[in-house]
């Protein structure tokens, strides 16, 4: 747009553009905990299938009743498809992780059924997969590359769009495959791997003369029959090594593809914008294609003609007249106090529009859309249209 700045004329994310791309193959949309990412990908998700987009929508941990509402009742990890959501051929399917599940599928995928037995019943293999820092995410990858090869191979969606796990922090997400990577490659792996593959004897030895501190402390810790089980857990899971690693690489590399389209969701404040700000300079040094910023739960006002000041005073002033009035009415109460209330909104709405004007100052190369909060929690259909149709709005 010539002669207008990109900081006072921020482009939307152009939403509707976006699903409609037949190019567009992954919407994945990141952020920090708590922000609106469960919420973003099944609004995304519902307004892609009513665009006529053949979409599924991976989701994690979505609240009961949001999962109610996309026909999620049992957790067996696979995608159902949602009804009454669709048109012009578009239909959704919706799945929620399960991250133990997936892991054992893997496991099972990949190792004869002896062998996979031996690793499922194995107690460290349930702790580490259920416990293991970053499974959840790394999981989340893993099913994400799997809907894409049944979609590619069955051609039963056209898009996938995954909600990424609550994590502490936004790029958890892209370490997990780095994370399982160095975990499986880690000293302490490698030396529990080694007696492993020589046999008992010098398995003896490397503890007996105490060369890792690290495994003797475990050991006496935890007990000789922690070790046999990492004994039998890693010789198991040696033959799938190699299998996990090009795995994740697989949809890392996918990631990186034009067809994919990362959406960070952010909240308004400042904290929130300081992780998207990580966030979006990761996925440019990553080469990950960025659709946009989500800024959700934007404060907005009834009456915007009324600022915060203003309607403080005017409830000072209506206080003090009913102090010097001596009432002990309660009718004449009621209206400092929604004045008061309508002085925080006022005050957050305000707070909300600087936080956002200073991203988009900073950065200009990056389209921002924002979702005004809903009056209460999106958990039904028409509350994830709404989120939609705000999203298309920007
Ligand atoms: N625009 C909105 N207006 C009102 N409520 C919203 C809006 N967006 C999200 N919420 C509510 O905020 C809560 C958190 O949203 P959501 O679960 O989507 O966040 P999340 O980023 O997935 O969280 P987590 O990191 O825990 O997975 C939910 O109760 C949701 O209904
Ligand atoms: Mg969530």
């Known amino acids: 747009m010539p002669g207008r700045s990109p900081a006072t004329a921020p482009a939307a994310v152009d939403v509707d553009a976006l699903l409609a791309d037949p190019g567009t193959r992954i919407v994945v949309c990141c952020g920090s905990g708590g922000v609106g990412k469960t919420t973003t990908a099944a609004a995304l998700g519902v307004r892609a299938a009513e665009a006529g987009r053949k979409v599924v929508v991976l989701t994690i941990d979505p609240a009961r009743r949001l999962a109610q ?49 031996q690793v499922l019943e194995n107690p460290f293999y349930q702790a580490v997969s259920s416990s293991f820092a970053g499974t959840q995410e790394y999981m989340a990858m893993e099913k994400l590359g799997q809907l894409r090869a049944e979609a590619d191979r069955d051609g ?16 958890d ?23 492993a ?3 008992g004897r010098a398995y003896l030895k490397v503890f007996s003369v105490g060369a890792n501190i690290a495994a003797a402390t475990l050991s006496k810790v935890l007990g000789g029959q922690f070790l046999t089980d990492v004994q039998t857990f890693v010789a198991a899971l040696d033959t799938m090594f190699g299998g996990f690693r ?6 890392y590399a996918l990631l990186k593809e034009p067809s994919t389209a990362f959406v960070v969701v952010a909240a308004p404040e400042r904290d929130a914008l300081r992780e998207a700000t990580y966030f979006v300079e990761r996925l440019e040094a990553e080469g990950m294609p960025l659709a946009g910023v989500v800024v959700n739960r934007m404060q ?44 925080s909104l006022a005050e957050a709405a305000t707070r909300h529009e600087g936080h956002v004007k200073r991203f988009v100052a900073a950065h200009p190369g990056v389209a921002v859309s924002t979702v005004p909060a809903a009056a209460t929690d999106v958990h039904d259909l028409e509350g994830l249209r709404a989120v939609g149709a705000a999203l298309a709005t920007g």
């Open 69 to 117: 509402s996309l026909g999620l009742t049992e957790l067996d990890n696979t995608p159902r498809p949602v009804v009454d959501v669709g048109a012009d051929g578009g239909s959704l399917d919706a799945m929620m992780l399960d991250m133990k599940r997936t892991f054992d599928e893997v496991v099972l995928a990949h190792s004869t059924p002896e062998k996979a037995a």
């Open 156 to 171: 039963t969606w056209d898009l996938v769009v995954v909600d990424t796990p609550p994590s502490r922090s936004a790029l």
């Open 173 to 195: 997400f892209l370490d997990a495959p780095k994370r399982l990577g160095s975990f499986l490659d880690g000293r302490f792996i490698r030396l529990l791997m080694a007696p």
């Open 197 to 199: 593959k020589a046999g």
């Open 246 to 251: 090009e795995r994740a690489d697989v949809t």
């Open 300 to 343: 907005t006002l009834a009456a915007p003609g009324l600022s915060g000041s203003r309607a403080s005073a005017a409830a000072e002033q209506l206080e003090d007249r009913a102090d010097d009035a001596d009432t002990t009415a309660p009718g004449p109460a009621l209206t400092p106090a929604l004045l008061r209330l309508h002085a």
